[in-house]
């Protein structure tokens, strides 16, 4: 027993820091959107609206963001007409969470693995941004693909990049690289 359990310690130390970090950032998480009421927004969510609404307006886009005043999503009102919802799902949070708890458990030199992750986040809330703007526009204009482009695309092509990162992250920076 002894013998397998040096064999996989690389193994079974990723295994066990990848956990640890990934439940411990979640329920630092969970704590923090348990400060909110029911009809409140956190602040992440509210600044993915912003930064969609800005790209979408930048791009000439008739787009307008709003916070129900009932519920806690914004109303995303495209060419003047409520369109779709963005929740607290759509942030991109869990999926950041999910790369910083890989990076952390295969890390590499201090700097170059907070440089990575400063990286990594900026990158996934940029592609977020994109990605729900894109969405927007592709859902007006392709309403009957709404399964294939939310539920099957889009989240294909995020945690597709995110896979790349890690593999990026693994085969030149993490300590594991040659």
Avoid at 38 to 64: A, F, N, P, W
Avoid at 68 to 77: A, D, Q, Y
Avoid at 150 to 161: A, E, Q
Wanted: hydrophobic share 55%; with cysteine; net charge positive.
């Amino acid at each position: 027993m002894k013998k397998y359990f040096s064999q996989f310690k690389p193994f079974f130390v990723f295994i066990s820091t990848f956990f640890v970090a990934y439940i411990l950032l979640m329920l630092i998480y969970k704590f923090y959107l348990n400060q909110f009421q029911s009809t409140e927004l956190d602040g992440m969510t509210q600044i993915v609206g912003r930064h969609v609404e800005y790209l979408m307006q930048l791009c000439g886009s008739d787009i307008k963001i709003q916070k129900n005043l009932g519920g806690s999503f914004l109303e995303v009102w495209y060419k003047q007409s409520f369109f779709i919802r963005i929740v607290e799902g759509c942030n991109a949070v869990s999926v950041m969470i999910l790369f910083v708890s890989f990076i952390v458990s295969f890390s590499g030199k201090l700097k170059t693995t907070i440089l990575f992750l400063l990286f990594g986040i900026v990158f996934i809330h940029v592609l977020n941004v994109i990605r729900i703007a894109l969405l927007t526009v592709l859902l007006f204009r392709f309403h009957k693909y709404e399964q294939i482009l939310h539920g099957v695309f889009f989240p294909l092509v995020i945690y597709g990049t995110v896979f790349i990162l890690w593999v990026v992250w693994v085969n030149k920076f993490s300590k594991y690289a040659k």
